[in-house]
């Protein structure tokens, strides 16, 4: 098998086979936690994305291997796992959640970035070195924990607007109100029939 086709079908059986993981083991977990708490675990992964400096370590890669993709990719790696770390740092404060959201930004562009880095500079898979692991094993389950982030940041923004389309419908299901409002009226109304009947 030609070692391209070595790289990409590894790509291809590590996305279907996180997403397994992920969707039978990980989000049923995650899903009972409150979003703040679901973010915590996947901020600490990608946290760990600082070993994207491998790509500029002679010896750890070959020294063909393009320039403009190795320090793009280690890089935004670095910047990515800083934004995650101070997102840890700052949760479950307001800013943490701010944070979170500039780093899901930024951390999905920065992999799709050193993609489309590593095909317009035409990298070939045995360039990586120890390097392959990172875009053959890592890179899928760092793409669909983004996804999991965003879907997690949007829950927790959705929820004061929940909050405050339930608030009338509180005031009238506990009924304290039209109790009151019946209870004073009803003496007032019998009263008058008395008074016409006499």
Known sequence: MLPQLCFFVSIAFSFSTWGIVTRRYVWPKLRLLRPVEALRP??????????????????????????AFAYSAAYGDLAAATLASLSLVLLPRAAGIVVAWIFNCWGLADLLNAFYQANDAGLVAGQLG???FIPTLVVPLLLITH???????????????MRESRQPGEGLSSGGPMIDATTSTEPQSVGAATRLTR
Do not use: K
């Open 130 to 132: 120890a390097t392959y």
């Open 147 to 161: 996804g999991l982030i965003f879907r997690i940041l949007l829950q927790h923004q959705n929820q004061p607007a």
């Open 42 to 67: 996947l901020l600490i992964l990608h946290s760990f994305r600082f070993i994207g400096l491998a790509f500029l370590v002679p010896g750890v890669v070959s020294p063909e291997l393009p320039s």
